[in-house]
């Protein structure tokens, strides 16, 4: 295709596809809208997005971008006039925080709620309603998100909570000790050469500190950075890439970086869910999901086959993203025999778990391994009922 042809591949009725067209035509950037059948997919859609096999997919100049939100950074980085996102990076933060929200317990909760009956939708309406409640009380007194203009900047993003009086530029991170979340935030601080101060929080007893920076999820890592509060780890990373620009973890190719997401993302939603529900379940339950896990981990072997590290010959953003298979897959699978990270069959990423547990950043913050046994042993046997009774639910 021409150098700076832009064709979108879509579904007529996909609110997914339709927020790409809406920043690109924001943008004033020319495309190609070439309709899909998503109940008969078509050969092209089928090589242009065998991970997912779903829309949207964009192509510019001839390379592939997936994932809504992952489009939508690449259009920004690409195309900067109009800029969609704020310039500030805590605003930005506060965007991408907020966009993670709704997709996750606005528009999930509301499809269950239209396709289910009796007590299974009576739940996902109310959580749906909890969840429009935040929002509600995020976009009181604006036009819009951003301020005024649709996707713009403002000076009166709302914070998550008050204010937290501190130095103006002191750095906190309250986290949990085995969790793999608030690993890679501080993986990415030490990184980076930024100091902070940790606190550890009871997960089971939350203390009234994290209730009051994170009320919307309650949930850790929690990061203060000059008494602005930034949650979730990835929005957390994407953040302090912004503010720390040394040591770059993110590539400074848009495309890279929409890759480094969409891998980052996938993980997450493939390996890291599927591998949880495995330890956690019994029965055809715990098959399915290692089956699931493994195919996942077949697509990520692919991605890093010939390479140190995801980006290279350095540490970044993506291996950080997905750090926590190095260290928590082997202990998950010596807890529950999963037989996930078999060397044979996954060379080129115990060569990456290899060289990733030998960086000195690394290998001086990891969770000791017999704690970990121990904890996640408990855990998966305190979870393996509540498992088995949600999938009759």
């Known amino acids: 295709m021409a150098s700076q042809e832009v064709k979108l591949i879509g579904f007529w009725i996909s609110p997914f596809v339709h927020r790409v067209e809406w920043a690109l035509k924001l943008k004033g950037v020319e495309y190609e809208y070439i309709e899909e059948d998503i109940?008969?997919?078509?050969?092209?859609l089928l090589e242009l997005n065998p991970v997912h096999k779903k829309v949207p997919v964009?192509?510019?100049?001839?390379?592939?971008?997936?994932?809504?939100?992952?489009?939508?950074?690449?259009?920004?980085?690409?195309?900067?006039?109009?800029?969609?996102?704020?310039?500030?990076?805590?605003?930005?933060?506060?965007?991408r925080f907020w966009a993670k929200f709704a997709e996750e317990e606005l528009l999930e909760d509301a499809w269950i709620a239209l396709c289910s009956h009796g007590s299974q939708k009576e739940r996902a309406v109310k959580s749906a309603i909890d969840a429009l409640e935040k929002i509600e009380g995020e976009i009181k007194g604006k036009s819009f998100f951003g301020g005024e203009a649709i996707g713009s900047s403002s000076d009166n993003t709302k914070k998550l909570c008050n204010t937290v009086p501190m130095?103006?530029?002191?750095?906190?991170?309250?986290?949990?000790?085995?969790s793999p979340f608030v690993r890679r935030v501080e993986w990415a601080l030490k990184l980076k050469g930024v100091e902070y101060e940790y606190i550890e929080d009871d997960i089971f007893n939350k203390s009234p500190l994290l209730l009051e920076l994170n009320p919307v999820h309650k949930r850790v890592p929690v990061m203060v950075h000059g008494g602005k509060v930034i949650v979730e780890s990835f929005v957390i990373l994407e953040y302090i890439e912004e503010t720390w620009k040394e040591s770059p973890l993110l590539p400074r190719d848009p495309y890279e970086r929409a890759m480094a997401r969409f891998w980052?993302?996938?993980?997450?939603?493939?390996?890291?869910?599927?591998?949880?529900?495995?330890?956690?379940?019994?029965?055809?339950?715990?098959?399915?999901?290692?089956?699931?896990?493994i195919d996942a981990l077949e697509k990520i072997e692919g991605e890093l086959k010939g390479k140190s590290f995801f980006g290279g010959e350095a540490i970044g953003y993506l291996d950080l993203a997905l750090g926590w298979i190095s260290y928590w897959l082997p202990v998950w699978d010596e807890i529950s025999?999963?037989?996930?990270?078999?060397?044979?069959?996954?060379?080129?990423?115990?060569?990456?778990?290899?060289?990733?547990?030998?960086?000195?950043?690394?290998?001086?913050?990891?969770p000791p391994k017999e704690k970990m046994v121990v904890y996640f042993h408990n855990r998966s046997k305190e979870l393996a009922p509540v498992m088995a009774s949600s999938r009759h639910a």
């Not at 001839?62 to 605003?91: A, C, M, N, R």
């Open 337 to 366: 025999s999963l037989q996930l990270l078999d060397s044979l069959k996954f060379p080129s990423i115990t060569t990456w778990q290899n060289n990733f547990l030998e960086n000195p950043v690394i290998k001086e913050n990891l």
């Open 167 to 178: 130095a103006s530029q002191e750095v906190k991170l309250i986290g949990f000790w085995v």
């Open 39 to 44: 109940f008969n997919k078509s050969p092209l």
């Open 58 to 95: 964009m192509v510019h100049r001839g390379k592939v971008i997936l994932e809504s939100f992952v489009i939508l950074e690449y259009i920004e980085e690409t195309w900067k006039e109009s800029p969609l996102l704020p310039q500030d990076p805590y605003e930005r933060a506060m965007a």
């Open 264 to 293: 980052a993302k996938f993980a997450e939603e493939e390996v890291l869910d599927n591998a949880w529900i495995a330890l956690c379940s019994r029965g055809s339950q715990k098959e399915k999901a290692v089956k699931s896990t």
